[in-house]
């Protein structure tokens, strides 16, 4: 069964930081890997998703890497903002469902 | 609309009651999901439907639980003699292809369950 780790749990940060979120799983065996980023209350928003062919994702401030043979993501912010508060999910693929970690609470602070 | 919308956004209701859930995907999308998420948890996997037909029901915690999508639009999620710990945020989500086909995922913003 795939299990996917992410740390840390929390997070919190002056605003400018650059921060690296990580992300493992279990299983190597995924079609693909996605980042989201949930509100409070809300839904969740996809921020990048890297097949298992690729090695990195790049959007904006956002560069996410995969590993696939050491189960191993990083999500990358650069120069962090207030707005960037959140918590960050990772999820990797299988045929038809997606596992989710727990997710890291991020907390930049102005 | 554009995006995943989800009915009701808040439920609450007392132990034993029915319960039903409905989702209206993003139009033209084909892969349909049902999600739950309990508080300080990621998403667990309940149910996945291509079309109308439940391609995937590993995810459903018991035979309690049910889910139709019978015209392979909007989907309803049903749940029978509801128990406090059915209480979660229950997402849905749908996207044009299966997540193993490079599709990317799309959620609503969540029916949020309360059994007292």
């Known amino acids: 069964k795939q299990e996917v780790t992410q740390i840390p749990a929390a997070l919190s940060v002056p605003e400018g930081e650059n921060l690296v979120l990580n992300c493992s799983f279990t299983d190597s065996a995924i079609y693909n890997l996605q980042w989201f980023r949930q509100d409070p209350g809300k839904g969740l928003t996809s921020l990048l998703l890297i097949q298992s062919s690729q090695r990195e994702q790049t959007s904006g401030r956002l560069n996410a890497s995969l590993d696939k043979s050491s189960g191993r993501s990083t999500l990358y912010i650069a120069a962090s903002q207030p707005g960037d508060s959140a918590t960050y999910l990772c999820?990797?693929?299988?045929?038809?469902?997606?596992?989710f970690g727990k997710g890291t609470m991020l907390l930049v602070s102005p | 609309g554009a995006g995943v919308s989800q009915t009701p956004s808040n439920k609450v209701t007392e132990k034993g009651k029915y319960v039903e859930l409905r989702c209206d995907p993003i139009?033209?999308?084909?892969?349909l999901y049902w999600y739950r998420q309990s508080l300080g948890q990621g998403p667990e996997f309940l149910i996945y439907?291509?079309?109308?037909?439940?391609?995937?029901d590993s995810g459903l915690p018991n035979d309690r639980f049910f889910a139709v999508r019978p015209e392979g639009s909007v989907s309803t999620l049903k749940i029978q003699r509801t128990e406090r710990g059915d209480s979660a945020v229950y997402l849905c989500?749908?996207?044009?292809?299966?997540?193993?086909?490079?599709?990317?995922?799309?959620f609503g913003e969540g029916s949020r369950l309360t059994v007292l």
């Open positions: 989500a749908s996207s044009p292809l299966p997540t193993g086909n490079t599709g990317e995922l799309f």
């Open positions: 139009s033209g999308h084909t892969a």
């Open positions: 999820a990797v693929s299988g045929y038809s469902t997606l596992t």
């Open positions: 439907f291509q079309g109308t037909g439940a391609a995937d």
